[in-house]
């Protein structure tokens, strides 16, 4: 890479900045993902940067730059080379609008495919999903968090008699396909080549927002642009002439206001009319990038003419999926030599590497047209709208005990709210099991009927108020803004065992249910930093524990109830920092989980968009999960009924069930740990989710099933002996037995989400991980604590 060597003698790097300076960039230190994502998101060079201030915990810090904030650790900014704000620098992009170029496209046929077809693509948080939702009413999650939206979702709208459909893309600063995201994107608009794209801009933030529309324009797809938040720009005062915008940038440009529908109508109308204008042979406007590279673009599209500008463009810049392109035709040799030829021309040209060099271009023609567009209110501080909440939430003394605070008060309200619905569904599940046996003759579909589905179904439904609610509250913090604050707080905390901070969010949701926790984790950009949060979520501990442990800490804890179950969880936590560490210093070494989070304005919620959530959760969780639960309560059922005998009590079937002889087969397995053979066959059976693991023992010592609040079972769990007349039950066999069914194999449902998210191989890792720790822990915490009894 060539050095810029001016101004050396007063270069410094960012990280040395302290709060409250302003500078300016220089240049961005190194190669790759990271350097590519700092540039795209506005680090160029002369690019002016404020350091806004620590967090909490003195590492990451939040910067601005453009008009967002965003958070870099230390170590991510002294990559970054700065130089005093008033200082001159040599080579900076000029701001030049140098007008478009113009692609004559063909006709294309609309209907090919028998739909038309609109996708929706704009950087995070500019209001894609808010829009969605309006046009299609569908339920779709909204979040102010980056990457909320990881799936596409698709709905339907209809315009002057045409249906058309929409689709919810993941928010990308970019498309150079360095995250998921945007590897999604790109495979989505080069292989289901959507009709037209809508562009969704957001007006509070052109610039960075524009830096994706040139490389939408290259793709020669007909665009539209919504400029969104339109009500937050009118009250800015500033002023932009649309008409003049619409012109320089060769797209129709609509101002809208998604939350509320503003403007929506007209936009959809601008799409059908691109759509209908694209039948005709037509001209596309590109981005002009000036004489020397559109000469390369020219040389290159002579060689390759199938393949549009976007994708030559990334020949030149050396991308890796490009070149891949290249390679499938007879004259790669010749296109490879060229772009590398006309590469080195332009580094020469222009003094600096060549990603650098095509970022500021681009930068260029956006600040150019800017320029001649956007007037700017001269009498309103923007810089501080929308972040004057951070004054409490991430001071430096307030931001740590405010986190605690708000994630005490969601758990709580999710708990003692959750505990009225629960009832009545309990009350209702049992209450429609009687109704259906004494309807039903007594025999074996009865019994499958009521013990195994009911039963069964019943046990997913009790925890979907404590989902719903759950997920509302999250729901909240993320559209408000907070959880990437969450993260920004605790990302020092998280690097100490190898993640970012953004692995706090699904560890937060996996003490309500590791299923949609393990979902959460597709907001993490790093596929190693997912794998071992997917991998660990399973120790937090979720809220389908929580019958056993009450059971037992009422039963033999009653002093310090509090005390013990809080032991628990903190047992859970320190087994998956563990574990992160372990994986981190191990299989999972290499990445580096470096990534530019930005934290976006506070925003009010809207109840809606809460509820839409809500709702969109609470049917996954009981459309994905009740189908494994209710197989799986099915097959667990099945086991402990058959075979039958006549004449025996439910205790004695139980026994000589096939569950019963495989918990007896296991029970020198859990011997040294202090289990007898019951506990055994209630862990088994729990497997499938872990609140069977009450109901089995309910079963197998009082022959009736029960909950946490069978004062039966509690009794007869302090009574029960064994043939020596000694005490089954102590305080240390309930810990160690409490201790292994927080550590052990996450439920099946956990598991069938693992495998979804991270693949089988990690699905069967888990399973024998998570036991041969939860076996090691018991053993140690029970033989030790024997010693000393
Ligand atoms: P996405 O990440 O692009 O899908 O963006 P979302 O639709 O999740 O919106 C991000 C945030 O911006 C949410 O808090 C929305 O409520 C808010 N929002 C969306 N559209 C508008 C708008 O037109 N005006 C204002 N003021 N806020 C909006
Ligand atoms: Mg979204």
Same mark, same amino acid.
């Given at each position: ?12 790097? !960012? ?49 601005? =730059? ?42 294309? #046929? ?9 996708? !929706? ?37 209809? %315009? ?7 689709? @919810? ?20 608009? +080069? ?10 801009? @957001? ?38 002439? /649309? ?9 129709? /440009? ?9 403007? %929506? ?59 891949? !392109?290249?390679?499938?035709? @007879?004259?790669?040799?010749?296109? +490879? ?8 021309? /332009?580094?020469?040209?222009?003094? @600096? ?27 309103? #501080? ?91 509250? =999250? ?15 605790? #990302? ?25 926790? %393990? ?68 299989? !999972? ?158 439920? =099946?449902?956990?598991?069938?989400? /693992? ?35």
């Amino acid at each position: 890479m060539k050095e810029n060597n001016d101004n050396t003698h007063s270069v410094r790097l !960012l990280d040395a900045a302290p709060v409250g300076a302003v500078v300016k960039v220089a240049r961005v230190r190194g190669s790759g993902a990271f350097r590519q994502r700092l540039l795209e998101m506005g680090f160029v060079r002369g690019a002016v940067v404020t350091v806004i201030k620590n967090a909490p915990l003195q590492d990451p810090v939040e910067y601005r =730059i453009l008009a967002s904030h965003i958070s870099l650790r230390h170590s991510e900014a002294a990559q970054v080379e700065v130089v005093d704000v008033d200082e001159e620098l040599k080579n900076v992009a000029e701001d030049v609008y140098n007008g478009t170029t113009q692609t004559v496209v063909g006709e294309q #046929d609309p209907m090919a495919d028998n739909v038309l077809r609109v996708a !929706l693509v704009g950087n995070p948080n500019c209001g894609k999903t808010s829009l969605f939702n309006f046009v299609t009413g569908a339920r779709e999650k909204v979040g102010n968090y980056g990457g909320v939206t990881v799936d596409s979702k698709e709905g339907y709208f209809t %315009i002057d008699g045409k249906r058309i459909e929409l689709v @919810d893309l993941p928010g990308t600063y970019s498309l150079t396909e360095y995250t998921p995201e945007e590897m999604y994107v790109r495979t989505y608009l +080069r292989d289901k080549h959507p009709d037209a794209i809508l562009n969704i801009v @957001d007006a509070g933030n052109m610039e960075r927002n524009l830096y994706l529309t040139t490389q939408i324009m290259d793709m020669n797809i007909p665009l539209v642009i919504a400029l969104n938040m339109w009500d937050e720009f009118e009250a800015s005062g500033d002023k932009l002439d /649309i008409e003049a915008m619409s012109r320089l940038l060769g797209a129709e /440009i609509v101002p809208v206001t998604a939350r509320d529908g503003k403007g %929506i109508p007209t936009v959809l109308k601008a799409c059908l009319n691109a759509i209908e204008q694209s039948e005709h042979e037509s001209t596309h406007k590109n981005v002009n990038y000036g004489l020397m590279v559109e000469n390369t673009i020219a040389q290159l599209e002579a060689l390759r003419p199938d393949l549009n500008r976007y994708t030559l463009l990334k020949v030149v810049e050396n991308d890796r999926h490009a070149l891949e !392109l290249i390679d499938q035709a @007879d004259n790669a040799r010749e296109v +490879r030599e060229v772009a590398d030829r006309e590469r080195r021309k /332009i580094e020469r040209e222009f003094n @600096d590497d060549i990603v650098s060099v095509i970022t500021d271009l681009k930068y260029g023609f956006v600040r150019g047209a800017l320029a001649e567009v956007h007037t700017p209110n001269p009498n309103r #501080d923007k810089t501080k709208m929308g972040y004057a909440q951070d004054a409490v939430l991430t001071n430096r003394w307030l931001g740590l005990p405010v986190l605690f605070l708000l994630m005490w008060l969601v758990f709580q309200s999710t708990f003692t709210l959750g505990a009225y619905p629960q009832q009545w569904i309990e009350s209702g599940v049992e209450w429609f099991g009687q109704w259906v046996a004494s309807i039903m003759p007594n025999g074996v579909l009865r019994d499958l009927l009521v013990d195994g589905i009911i039963a069964g179904v019943g046990g997913v439904l009790v925890f979907l108020p404590n989902i719903l609610i759950l997920f509302f509250f =999250i729901s909240l913090l993320e559209d408000s803004g907070y959880m990437a604050r969450a993260a920004f707080i605790v #990302d020092r905390i998280m690097h100490r065992v190898g993640l970012h901070g953004k692995s706090f969010i699904p560890y937060l949701i996996g003490f309500g249910c590791g299923v949609p926790a %393990i979902m959460a984790t597709r907001t993490l950009e790093n596929r190693r930093d997912r794998i071992i949060t997917i991998l660990t979520v399973p120790f937090m501990s979720c809220s389908a524990r929580l019958p056993a442990y009450l059971l037992l800490v009422s039963a033999f804890f009653a002093a310090n109830q509090g005390l013990v179950l809080m032991s628990l969880y903190v047992v859970g936590i320190v087994m998956a920092a563990f574990t992160a560490i372990l994986l981190s210093k191990t299989v !999972l070494k290499h990445d580096h989980t470096q990534f530019v989070m930005e934290l976006p304005p506070y925003r009010t919620p809207t109840a809606r968009n809460a509820a839409i959530h809500m709702w969109s959760k609470g049917s996954q969780y009981l459309r994905k999960m009740g189908t494994v639960i209710l197989v799986a309560s099915i097959i667990v059922w099945a086991l402990g009924y058959f075979p039958r005998h006549e004449g025996q009590t439910q205790q004695e079937q139980v026994e000589n069930s096939y569950m019963g002889r495989m918990g007896k087969a296991i029970e020198p397995a859990v011997k040294p740990l202090g289990f007898n053979w019951q506990m055994g066959v209630s862990v088994l059976t729990g497997a499938a989710a872990k609140e069977i693991v009450v109901s089995t023992m309910g079963v197998l010592y009082t022959g009736e099933t029960a909950d946490e609040e069978s004062t039966s079972l509690k009794q007869k769990l302090q009574t029960v002996t064994d043939e020596q007349g000694q005490h089954v039950f102590n305080p240390i066999v309930a810990y160690s037995f409490m201790l292994f069914i927080l550590l052990y194999f996450p439920c =099946i449902a956990a598991l069938t989400a /693992i495998k979804r998210e991270a693949g089988t191989k990690w699905m069967i890792f888990e399973i024998f991980y998570t036991t041969a720790v939860a076996w090691l822990v018991s053993f140690v915490f029970y033989q030790t604590a024997m010693l000393f009894h």
